[in-house]
């Protein structure tokens, strides 16, 4: 599937798309439902179908120094919106330029005249443009005039109320990954290239993959049932993981750090992706080295039995 960047030419087999148009950086259920219907549109009408985002999200341009948020990274974006039968994904990279743009440039620039596209698919509260003065009903009149149709999609209901990326941050930084995987449609997952660490955990017979966490959104900090695949050769492998400060060592540094079960290769360099299963325990100092290990031996025990049951 192709990469598209906004500030580049379209592919010209690529004018006349249908667009979903949001951020869609966890594609949850709600996410789902708005680029199904682009997809579904533009299979009946044998025209492109293209999932658009942002990055980095307006939220994270206007306000720099809040916590990271990220759900997934644009590459994953890629796949899931693949998976999904996607023809691409456009990036829009927002900048001072995007974030000057008023609505009406946006529909009539940027949409119509640089994309050329037929139709576009919003959720009912989309706003896009300078100051969010664009809304879905500018979107429709002013898409109307240069011929250029406008969908929107309503929420995604559970138990009353809408599926939203707030909904699955909330539950991952409340040590609930089985329910923001239900809003996902699949586990959250972290994906880094594997590090040098100090090595620790060799020498307590419990080797782990270090990753960075960079800017992904922190999940509860503790240990988890998780389970490992190597991008480059799509093995999977069964673990569990610390993530936090390590407050067992000096001096504390936030790491993801899987011990996967039964396994002695080598991933130094490589990149894996770390889904989150099952929360264990939260983070906690321990006496001695051997109360540690021994609490080890328990988490990774328990681990094997949660990943060896079957998926609800």
């Known amino acids: ?6 500030r580049e030419p379209l592919p ?11 951020n869609f950086d966890g594609f949850h259920l709600g996410h789902q439902a708005v680029a199904g219907e682009a997809i579904a549109w533009a299979r009946a009408e044998g025209r492109p179908a293209i999932v658009a985002t942002f990055d980095p999200h ?7 120094e809040i916590a990271p948020f990220r759900l997934t990274t644009l590459e994953q974006r890629q796949e899931l919106y693949l998976a999904a039968g996607a023809t691409a994904m456009l990036v829009f990279h927002f900048d001072a330029a995007l974030a000057g743009t008023t609505a009406e440039q946006f529909v009539r620039g940027i949409l119509g005249e640089h994309l050329g596209a037929a139709g576009v698919v919003t959720g009912e509260d989309f706003t896009f443009g300078k100051g969010r003065g664009g809304s879905v009903s500018v979107l429709r009149e002013i898409g109307a005039e240069i011929g250029m149709a406008t969908r929107t999609v ?24 089985q329910e923001a995987a239900r809003l996902l449609t699949r586990p959250f997952a ?9 090595k ?6 419990y080797p ?16 988890y049932a998780v389970t490992g695949r190597v991008l480059a050769s799509g093995e999977v492998l069964q673990g569990a993981a610390n993530i936090g400060v390590r407050p067992q060592f000096s001096p504390p540094k936030e790491l993801l750090e899987p011990h996967f079960f039964d396994f002695a290769g080598d991933l130094y360099g490589q990149e894996i992706e770390i889904a989150f299963h099952h929360f264990l325990r939260p983070e906690a100092k321990f006496d001695s080295l051997e109360a540690l290990i021994a609490q080890m031996d328990k988490d990774c025990a328990e681990a094997r039995r949660l990943l060896s049951a079957p998926e609800p």
């Not at 599937?1 to 906004?6: N, S, T, V």
């Not at 010209?12 to 949001?22: N, S």
């Not at 307006?58 to 720099?64: K, L």
């Open 1 to 6: 599937m192709r990469f598209l960047d906004h």
């Open 12 to 22: 010209e087999p690529l004018r006349g798309a249908i667009v979903a148009l949001g």
């Open 58 to 64: 307006p939220v994270r341009f206007f306000r720099p």
């Open 154 to 177: 309503g929420p995604v209901m559970d138990a009353g109320v809408p599926v939203s990326s707030s909904r699955v941050r909330d539950a991952l930084r409340a040590g609930d990954p």
């Open 190 to 198: 972290i994906r880094g290239v594997v590090e040098h660490g100090d």
């Open 200 to 205: 620790r955990g060799r020498t307590i017979g």
């Open 208 to 223: 782990t993959a270090n990753l960075a966490i960079e800017n992904y959104l922190r999940p509860r900090y503790g240990i």
